[in-house]
């Protein structure tokens, strides 16, 4: 079945860092990736997205690229700041299917 | 528009006590979710509507029990609660169809601890 792996967390950051968060996909035809943000105390919501193949989805200085060859959406952002802080999930959705298959999370701290 | 409204955002229930979460949205949606959030677990989906009427079994159904009372509407009952539900239930909805990218849209959570 369709499955999304993204990197463990926790990730700690200084203030300007770079930020790089993987996430590989398994997954039959062509689905939609997405990027979902969740702050404390606070339901999921959207990121970026896109919807085929070489793709880039961005907003709030974030990015990523569907990599249909890499079967991958990596999440980057240039410089990260404190209210950045949050927990990121990686998910894919499947056209024919009416399930969104969500990512572990990865935590993100990022330090003054 | 308040989106994806949840009731309680707080519960503590005792061992074998029953309760039923509310969850409305107002944008119109035709699929509707309930997940739990565990520490470290990420995101389980319970029970999903794909359209008024239906309704089926996510990955961890046991315990659990769902009703989609009206288009709006879609309610999670946990007849007698144990220990193991003790987490953070969020109910989602999205536009629906298997052709859309559907993008999906999260009520604010609903905190439940048993004891």
């Known amino acids: 079945g369709d499955s999304v792996t993204q990197m463990e967390g926790p990730v700690t950051l200084s203030e300007e860092a770079f930020l790089t968060i993987n996430c590989t996909y398994t997954?039959?035809?062509?689905?939609?990736l997405f990027w979902y943000v969740q702050y404390p105390g606070e339901g999921l919501q959207l990121l970026l997205k896109a919807t085929k193949a070489d793709d880039k989805g961005s907003n709030k200085g974030f990015e990523a690229t569907y990599r249909k060859e890499t079967t991958s959406f990596h999440l980057e952002k240039g410089s990260v700041q404190v209210s950045d802080s949050a927990v990121y999930f990686c998910a894919l959705f499947n056209t024919g299917g009416f399930k969104t298959i969500f990512g572990a999370g990865t935590r993100l701290f990022v330090k003054a | 528009n308040a989106g994806v409204t949840q009731t309680p955002k707080f519960q503590v229930l005792k061992t074998g006590q029953s309760m039923t979460l509310q969850c409305a949205q107002d944008?119109?949606?035709?699929?509707m979710y309930w997940y739990r959030q565990d520490p470290g677990m990420g995101l389980r989906l319970i029970y999903y509507?794909?359209?008024?009427?239906?309704?089926d079994k996510g990955e961890v159904p046991n315990g659990y029990n769902v009703s989609r009372l009206n288009k709006r509407e879609f309610s999670l009952r946990l007849e007698s609660a144990a220990p193991s539900q003790t987490s953070v239930y969020f109910c989602a909805s999205s536009g629906g169809g298997s052709g859309a990218y559907n993008e999906q849209f999260f009520g604010p959570g609903t905190r439940l601890t048993v004891l």
């Open positions: 944008m119109n949606h035709n699929s």
């Open positions: 509507s794909a359209s008024e009427g239906t309704t």
């Open positions: 997954a039959t035809g062509y689905p939609s």
